[in-house]
């Protein structure tokens, strides 16, 4: 943004601050109720007008359903100006932060939603009440497929609704409404620039819409786009280096330039070996020998990674009705979405991979092939000797250089998808009062993942298998490929452009996922039955589903080869899954008192009875009810059981090699606080105690896989809550609900903590033996490291349904419409207070609180409170609303013996230790986040508004990089909760006729 135009925006922004804070802190936000807005406006809907009551499959305007859904209006949407989906979501206090635009490392391209916090593949994302089709093999719905400029609202249901629309809606249900008998034209826009002049977004939608012969029919085509640009992380203070939680100060990673050898001979037992530190050895540029390396010699691998990953999307959703007889009536939509996202790290290099060197490498310096002679045990004639050789068949030893291809330029990990999705059905009228529904939809999920600048591992072993031949040219000993002799021990830039294009290797992996659904179902009146104290006749739904899903991931040859692509540490198996699912459900609500001695009550139940081809029957159910003694107080619960089939990847995936953050390796250093029974059982080969590496860049590796014997897990959840609406406050409204969430038989795996620490710690592991634990660890057999490419599995985190999840807290929503003369004040808050959240990965596992806490094992922070509130006033031009985002303090998790139970502090629960996290660095104190938006209403057909996010240019918590996960602890803070990108202005319209 140039200078000028971003001083008039602050000047205007510090206007408008000052008149909107003049008024109360409090707004209109996610609004909660019992029943869609919708179904309030229209009590006698035509049959191509139904009914959506997201909660319950019985469309009849009159009845309320006891769980709670908070509803983002329209409104709210135009307040937000969202980019994608994602954007709507992620501050919700019931949403914990999943994938998105803030995870790089550790991100598939998609957009994910996860309420409660107890796993996106436990929330339900649906589209009108339907299905959409998953993006990968873990069953999760891709939150950048909504076509966003068509919302109208969104319900989130936060009771449960698994017997509803099916098990895997443990958490809750996330139901985008689309703008339904839309007739004219609509075009409308935003976009946004940070005041740095960087994190642009911009996006554009066309709505056009008819009404088709006097109202029978309606057609709707939308279009859109979308277009997100990256951030890099190095353009922000906070991520200009990496740094080390432990330290403070800049932690790099040992695959640098020039390159960090790890010896597998340590010093302490061979004086003549490398001099090596915990880092390794580096040969000196000045001398050619090696020397023990430092920090200084590490890599700055913050360099070319992302904060903010850039999108491009292009959508299209298209649906029509006609009524071909009376109250009969044909249907069918149509949705494509492409999505171009990008991630990306810093440059690739060897990582720790083993090769074999001949001795008369031409790169090699004279003093540093005498070291490496005296390590190996070789003489100083032989050495020279082979030195000396002028053909390929020179001796080798075997050498570990962690060379960064800084030459290359950042991976880029470009990730391309396309959905397609389309349904068709007939609805209407059996009789009056009596509603039946058929339909029958088909989608796939396409995605395309490229890996670019990453480096094929044999080709650098060809390049190194290199020697000066008698008439003094560099040559490869093989030279097949058209090979270049590959320098690894140079400084920047000695790798030459012909070498790196020799070495060059792009990888792709597909992936396919499709989803079909048949569904039956018929809801009404039940004969007209009625309670003696009501009117309303008792309502129902019965109904019939099948579906079947189908993933597949299939990648090309190099990525299937252990350690060939580099960077990747392991190969990528081929992996596929199908399983197919029918279903029986039904749902009655009964009003049992109207207007009587109370003035409502009514119960509800609902059951499902799934028979999956993987795990069998089971039955999910649920059973509530409502009772408002007088008008305006509302009681309501709800309690369901639900019974959730593994997906695809729980079941089927490979196992696949990844990266996970640890600051400390107890293994490692010159003093390791493991014993050596314990490192070597292992897998640290005899000698390398003492001289083990630290974790490069902080990370390890780790091993995850599905496992085809899962069996089903087991949620019990309930939810008891009040709505206060009283007639003598109108405008007014509260709602206040406890939600309580158990599931048993949980597919999980053990955390690395708790893997590691169950081995090596020596409060959990007394005896200090090999135990169970010590079995899933498994070490470098080169280096002892837990770093290494197919050869080190690492920490292996196997799935089982040995787990068990608790949590529980409330949520609290208001909302209050004050009038002032001819304008209104709007007063909202939506809050939750998490009591608690609790998970066992197996009976051996800590029974861990990650209520307030953050680390590798909780990962993303869960604060104790969290709330949206917004305040808005109608001055006429303009309208001016002010949203307040408050983010509860968080800490960092500790260990504690096992024997204490749960890791919470208490009464003697003193904790033991901090994996070496400085004390600065364990927790976050509250941060509170103000958004200002204005709109002015032009005309009745023109909009503009401009919102300011982040309005006091709030900066994110320092944290270094090694206290969380990840995927989720980028640039040394948490950037999917914190904002890291600062203030930001984005500027909107909207043209409707």
């Not at 072993?461 to 097949?480: D, E, F, I, P």
Request: net charge neutral; hydrophobic share 35%; aromatic share 8%.
């Amino acid at each position: 943004m140039k200078p000028y135009i971003r001083r008039r925006l602050l000047a205007s922004t510090l206007l408008i601050s000052a008149a909107a804070l003049s008024t109360p802190a409090y707004a209109q936000v996610a609004e909660a109720t019992e029943t869609a807005p919708d179904a309030q406006q229209a009590p006698e809907a035509q049959v191509g007008e139904d009914i959506v009551i997201t909660g319950s499959r019985i469309a009849r305007p009159d009845l309320e359903v006891a769980s709670p859904v908070n509803v983002i209006g329209s409104e709210e949407i135009a307040l937000r100006q969202p980019n994608t989906a994602e954007d709507l979501l992620r501050e919700l206090p019931s949403v914990r932060p999943n994938l998105g635009p803030a995870v790089n490392n550790g991100s598939d391209g998609s957009a994910a939603v996860d309420l409660r916090g107890i796993g996106a593949n436990r929330t339900l994302v649906i589209l009108d009440g339907r299905r959409i089709v998953p993006f990968g093999l873990d069953g999760v719905v891709d939150l950048n497929v909504i076509p966003t400029g068509l919302v109208e609202r969104v319900d989130v249901v936060t009771g449960g609704a698994s017997s509803v629309y099916g098990a895997d809606a443990v958490a809750g249900v996330v139901n985008f409404i689309t703008k339904r008998n839309f007739s004219g034209i609509q075009a409308s826009g935003n976009y946004r620039v940070s005041e740095l002049g960087d994190a642009v977004q911009y996006r554009g939608d066309l709505l056009v819409g008819a009404n088709l012969d006097d109202g029978r029919g309606n057609v709707v085509l939308g279009l859109g786009y979308a277009n997100r640009k990256a951030v890099l992380a190095t353009s922000r203070k906070i991520a200009e280096i990496p740094i080390g939680s432990g330290t403070g100060t800049f932690l790099g990673s040992t695959g640098s330039v020039p390159a960090i050898f790890q010896s597998s001979l340590a010093t302490t037992t061979n004086p003549n070996g490398l001099p090596t530190t915990g880092l390794g050895a580096v040969i000196d540029p000045a001398t050619g020998s090696f020397r023990a390396a430092t920090q200084a010699d590490t890599f700055n691998t913050n360099l070319g990674t992302y904060f903010l990953t850039p999108l491009e999307q292009y959508n299209v959703y298209a649906s029509g009705r006609y009524e071909v007889a009376d109250n009969i009536e044909v249907y069918a939509t149509g949705m494509f979405t492409r999505n171009k996202a990008e991630l990306a790290l810093a440059s690739s290099g060897t990582f720790g991979n083993a090769y074999d060197l001949p001795l008369n490498n031409p790169y090699l310096p004279t003093t540093a092939r005498n070291q490496l002679c005296a390590a190996n045990g070789i003489s100083v004639a032989d050495c020279n000797a082979a030195a000396a050789v002028n053909t390929g068949t020179a001796r080798t030893v075997r050498v570990i250089p962690s060379r960064r291809f800084a030459e290359y330029g950042p991976r880029g990990n470009p990730i391309e998808s396309t959905m397609f999705q389309v349904q068709a059905g007939i609805r209407g009228d059996i009789v009056e009062g009596l509603k039946f529904d058929v339909s029958a939809q088909y989608g796939e999920t396409n995605q395309n993942q490229a890996r670019i600048n990453w480096g094929s591992s044999s080709k650098v072993q060809q390049a190194l298998l290199a020697y000066r031949n008698a008439a003094g040219q560099l040559v490869c000993s093989n030279t097949a490929n058209g090979c270049v002799p590959l320098n690894v021990f140079g400084a920047n830039g000695s790798i030459t452009p012909d070498q790196i294009a020799f070495i060059d290797l792009d990888a792709q992996i597909r992936r396919l996922v499709s989803q079909k659904v048949i569904t039956g179902s018929i809801n009404g009146d039940l004969f007209n039955l009625t309670s003696p104290f009501a009117n309303s006749p008792i309502a129902f739904s019965i109904g019939a589903e099948y579906r079947k899903l189908t993933a597949s991931a299939t990648p090309d040859a190099p990525s299937q080869i252990q350690g060939e692509v580099l960077g990747t540490g392991a190969r990528t198996p081929p992996d596929f899954g199908t399983y197919d699912v029918r279903e029986a459900f039904g749902e009655i609500i009964i009003p049992l008192i109207e207007d009587n001695f109370l003035y409502r009550a009514s119960i509800e139940a609902g059951v499902r009875y799934s028979d999956y081809s993987t795990t069998g029957g089971s039955t999910t159910w649920k059973a509530g009810g409502t009772i408002e003694p007088i008008q305006g107080f509302k009681f309501r619960g709800m309690y369901q059981k639900a019974v959730r089939s593994p997906n695809i990847q729980e079941l089927f995936q490979s196992p696949v090699q990844g990266l996970s953050n640890l600051l400390v390796d107890p293994c490692a250093g010159a003093a390791p606080t493991a014993s050596r029974t314990l490192c070597e059982g292992t897998g640290a080969p005899a000698g390398t105690y003492g001289g083990i590496s630290q974790p490069s860049s902080n990370q390890i590796n780790v091993t995850t896989s599905g496992n085809p014997n899962l069996d089903v897990e087991r949620a019990t959840t309930y939810t008891l809550g009040a709505v206060i609406a009283p007639r003598f406050i109108p405008r007014f409204s509260l709602t206040v609900d406890y939600f309580n969430i158990k599931i048993r038989d949980l597919i999980s795996a053990p955390s690395q903590n708790d893997i590691l620490n169950g081995c090596y710690s020596t409060t959990l592991n007394p005896s200090q033996t090999l135990n169970g634990f010590c079995s899933l660890i498994r070490r470098n057999p080169l280096t002892g490291s837990l770093n290494g490419a197919g050869e080190t599995p690492g920490v292996i985190l196997g799935s089982s349904n040995l787990g068990r999840l608790q949590t529980a807290g409330i949520d609290v929503g208001f909302n209050y419409a004050i009038p002032l003369g001819n304008s209104e004040l709007r007063l909202g808050f939506n809050g939750t207070w998490l009591d608690y959240y609790r998970i066992q990965a197996t009976p051996l596992s800590i029974f861990r609180e990650c209520k307030s806490y953050y680390s590798t094992s909780c990962t993303n922070a869960r604060p104790e409170y969290k709330w949206n509130a917004r305040a808005s006033y109608d001055f006429g031009v303009p309208d001016v609303s002010l949203l307040w985002n408050h983010i509860s303090k968080v800490r960092l998790e500790d260990i504690r013996p096992a024997s204490l139970g749960l890791n919470d502090p208490g009464p003697g629960n003193t904790a033991t230790a901090y994996n070496g996290i400085l004390p600065q660095f364990r927790q976050v104190k509250s941060y509170d986040y103000f958004d200002l938006n204005v709109r002015f209403d032009v005309s009745d057909e023109f909009e503009f508004g401009l919102l300011v996010e982040n309005l006091f240019d709030k900066k994110p918590p320092l944290l270094g990089n090694g206290v969380a996960g990840t995927a989720f602890n980028n640039g040394n803070t948490m950037p999917t909760i914190y904002d890291v990108i600062g203030r930001a202005y984005t500027i909107s319209g909207k043209l409707k006729f």
